[in-house]
């Protein structure tokens, strides 16, 4: 199907859906620091092998799939909590930095919750995510609003994939400043609109 979608871009459309666009669809990337140094803790995480402590189980790069929702990826970690009987996933995402004032972390997470509980068949009720700058797990509640949030990103994400349309800049300077394609994307013109910012380069020249 021509909107396979993979769970890694979830965050991207959360966070910016033109980034996620040229990514998914003109096929480009740019490292930076950020991506850099995440690349690295990912790494650090998936090293190791499977192993037991106790009634957990822990998996290491897990792969993921819900073909109803025509959604893959891969896990960093999974938890296997036994608990009277019962058998949980809790997946772990790492990310470095620290929590951020979007979601695009949490539905990245939850979007694995969804793939195991097609899996599993079985309720994932948490998970959590490792920040490298704060050096601990910021748990995740799957919520309803969380879950709704979810979906419609996964539909969002597909109708971009479908439609094969890159959508306009919107230049915001936070966002933008930190964004490794900000050179290959150039919110600054693009959302002005390339002629007009053409017409001030020159005026200035």
């Known amino acids: 199907m021509d909107n396979v979608l993979y769970l890694s871009q979830l965050q991207h459309y959360i ?3 033109r980034q996620f666009a040229l990514i998914e669809l003109e096929q480009v990337w740019q490292d930076n620091q950020f991506t850099a140094e995440g690349q690295i803790l990912h790494e650090k995480a998936n090293s190791g092998t499977d192993e037991k402590r106790g009634d957990v189980k822990i998996v290491r790069t897990l792969p993921l799939a819900q073909p109803e929702l025509n959604i893959f990826g891969v896990a960093d970690v999974v938890e296997y909590h036994t608990n009277n009987g019962e058998t949980i996933p809790y997946p772990i995402e ?14 990245q997470l939850c979007g694995q919750a969804l793939c195991l509980e097609y899996m599993h068949a079985c309720h994932v009720p948490e998970g959590a995510i490792f920040y490298g700058e704060k050096k601990r797990r910021h748990s995740v509640v799957f919520d309803e609003t969380l879950r709704e949030l979810t979906l419609n990103t996964i539909r969002a994400c597909q109708d971009i994939i479908v439609q094969k349309i890159t959508p306009k800049a919107h230049y915001s300077t936070n966002k933008c400043r930190n964004c490794s394609l900000k050179d290959i994307c150039h919110p600054k013109v693009f959302s002005k609109g390339a002629k007009k910012w053409l017409l001030a380069r020159l005026q200035d020249g």
Do not use: Q
């Open 94 to 107: 790492y990310k470095r930095g620290r929590p951020k004032a979007h979601r695009a972390d949490e539905v």
């Open 15 to 17: 966070y910016c859906p």
